[in-house]
Structure formats: structure tokens, C-alpha cells
């Protein structure tokens, strides 16, 4: 059986490394490696350099070329950095390569965001999506891992599997995915069960980027705490409450947010969780507005609600961190009426997009939060009158 590392309690120093490609630009691979950054905070490490490349390719064999391999080799040479991190997904080869060269700890995107949620699962449903998640990553990388698994010095990119005791048998690993696979059945046999306990009551699911404030305002809308925190993947489980407005109710779910270049390991074993999007009545999309990619995070989610067959659903778009927005693009001198014009251009933008299913709040500072409601309730009552014609409902 396979045993698994005490987290350790110390911060790793790391450095990032990027391959600019032909579809890229310069800034957008900055801004992958911002995000990698973020990943790396949250698991734990200070990432101290970072190094890009411009390919077309990237090399079969170590990913990046070998000049940048060795110059990489002399940054990391006689100083106390325990670990590289690519943000693209790496073979088991050019793992065991990269490792050959640089003498330190190599992992690559995936392995990051598998850590991660390793860290922060907590049921049990969660716990064996990401083991699964983390034995299917390991299966086609057998070959060329079993020295990247043999580390002892546990860390980022070593909780999981193989990190004591290898197993060389391809097939006893293909049997605990097998395994695996029928536990989470059996879980998610449950989890759909309690959903159709739940009657007839419209469910809305919030859904959006990571980190741009579901679970605060989950809080808010449902005056019930909700686990919150400005890291990445701060909740895995999806977090379900019974909310009124105006007596008339309705089930509120927090879930998983969602990340580019995210494994498509954790997608397919975090389907039931993510069956709470297919499922729901009414899709709210919640965005970071402050932050500096926000089209393109907005971009990334329906393109994975696309995935999840769920992107038809009505949606209600919510622009959050509007006071963090105003704080960034204001400064002290501008004039009032400046300030206006820019805000109702924002917002008369968005709501032709969104064809004026869009509202802008701050869930922190609560501001707006009564226009959210009004919506929000607008759009359960409209679900009721279409689902249940000839039904009196409570309002």
C-alpha cells in the first residue's frame, strides 16, 4: 500500500518556467506564469526566478532547449532552490531528463494543481477524485517517473502516490485506478440521491474562475459561513444551502472554481461535483472584474461550461470586486464626473454582451447586494412560473 507524506511545514523556493509559442504573445505567457505563481504560493513555495523561451516546439526531450536547460542549471547552482516548475504538462522522460541535468525536483502544471487538491481535499468524495486524478497522471509517465517518484524529501509534487514505496507494476496501479473508479461510483450513487431528495426547490449554482469570490459571496447570499480565502482552489466540495427571498426558496451551491490548462484528470474525476453545474436550474457566473485577464478567466469558463453541455442554462452574470476594480483604474485626482462616464461605459458594455444579465457588486463590502437579490430572484420566480404553470408558490 502505498503511504503518503506529512505536508511539510517550511516554504519551498522554486523557479518557473514558460515556453512562449507561436499562439502566444509575450504578456500572455507572463500572465500563465503570474497564475503558475499563484499555484506555487498556494501550495506553499516563494517562486524566486522565472525563465521563458521562445519555441515552436517545444523539445521532445527536455522540453526546453538545451541552452536555456543550462542556463537554468547555473542559476540554480549554489543556491537553496528545491524545485522547478513548468507550466506545461511534462512527459515522465522529459521529467527524469530535466531532473538529470538540473539535480533538483522538476514538476510540471498538472503536478502542481494534483498537489494542490491533494492539500485541500477533505471528504471522502473529494480525497478519491484526487487520488484517482493523481494515479491516472502517473500511469503513462511509469517509465520515465519512478526516480522522480523516489524522492525523500517529500514537498510540493510528492503527496500522493509513490512517494515511499514504488510500484513498478503498471497493473497494480491500472487495478487501483480500477478500484478507485468503483468507490467514487458508489459515492456519487449517494451524492445523486441526496440531489433528487432535495424536491422541487430551483437550484442555482455559482460558477466562475478560482478565487474570484464565490464562497464570499455564497456567504453573503446565504448568511451561513462558507469556507473563504485568497488562494487558489480554496474549496474543493461543492457547499449547498437553502436560501428565501422573500419566501420564496431556493438552493444556493458553492462550487469547485475552475482554471486554464486545468487536468483533464481532475475534470473527468471531478464530474460529480461538477454535476451540481449540469444539474442546476440557473447558472451564476461570478467574475473577478478587477483582475487584469478577467475576459480572458470569463473566456475560460464558458468554454468548460461549454464542455459540461451546461453553457444553455440561463445565466446571470456577476462582476465582483468592484471596489478593488475602482481602486486600481481610479487614482485620487481624477474628476467625479471622469469616474462616472468610465463606469457606465463598463457597464453598458457588458450588459449589450450579456444582453443585460449582468450585475456589478462587491461581495466583500457588500456593495449592490440588493440589486443582486432583486435579480437573482426575478430570474428563481421566472424558473417556478415556467416549471410549475399551474402551481401556486409561496409568493
Known sequence: MIEKKQLIAKEEQC?????????????????????????????????????????????????????????????????????????????????????????????????????????????????VQVELAQYQYLL??????????????????????????????????????SLLRKRLSEIDKQAFTQRKERGELIRVALVGYTNVGKSTLMTVLSKSEVFAENKLFATLDTTTRKVVFENTPFLLSDTVGFIRKLPHHLVESFKSTLD???????????????????????GVVNKTLQELK?????????????????????????????????????????????????????????KNMDALRELILQRVRDMYQVRYPYKTMLY
Open 15 to 127: 523557479i518557473l518556467v514558460g515556453v512562449i509559442t507561436k499562439d502566444q504573445t509575450v504578456e500572455q505567457a507572463e500572465e500563465y506564469l503570474d497564475e503558475l505563481a499563484f499555484l506555487s504560493e498556494t501550495a506553499g513555495a516563494i517562486a524566486v526566478k522565472r525563465f521563458t523561451q521562445r519555441l515552436a516546439h517545444p523539445d521532445s526531450r527536455t522540453f526546453v532547449g538545451k541552452g536555456k536547460l543550462e542556463e537554468i542549471a547555473q542559476y540554480l547552482s549554489g543556491r537553496n532552490i528545491q524545485l522547478v516548475i513548468f507550466d506545461d504538462e511534462l512527459t515522465g522522460s522529459q521529467i527524469a531528463n530535466i531532473e538529470k541535468e538540473l539535480k533538483v525536483k522538476t514538476i510540471d502544471r498538472s503536478d502542481l494543481i494534483l498537489d494542490i487538491f491533494a492539500r485541500r481535499a477533505r471528504t471522502a468524495q473529494a480525497k
Open 276 to 298: 451540481e453545474v449540469r444539474e442546476a436550474d440557473i447558472l451564476l457566473h461570478v467574475v473577478d472584474i478587477s483582475h487584469a485577464q478577467y475576459e480572458d478567466q470569463i
Open 140 to 177: 503513462p509517465r511509469l517509465k520515465g517517473m519512478w526516480k522522480h517518484l523516489e524522492r525523500q524529501g517529500g514537498g510540493i509534487g510528492t503527496r500522493g502516490p509513490g512517494e515511499t514505496e514504488i510500484e513498478t507494476d503498471r497493473r497494480i496501479v491500472k487495478d487501483k485506478i
Open 310 to 366: 451546461a453553457f444553455e442554462k440561463p445565466i446571470l452574470t456577476i462582476f465582483n470586486k468592484m471596489d478593488l476594480y475602482e481602486e486600481k483604474t481610479f487614482d485620487e485626482w481624477l474628476e467625479s464626473s471622469v469616474k462616472q462616464e468610465i463606469l457606465h461605459d463598463l457597464k453598458e458594455k457588458w450588459e449589450q454582451l450579456t444582453n443585460h444579465n449582468c450585475v456589478f457588486i462587491s461581495a466583500l463590502e457588500r
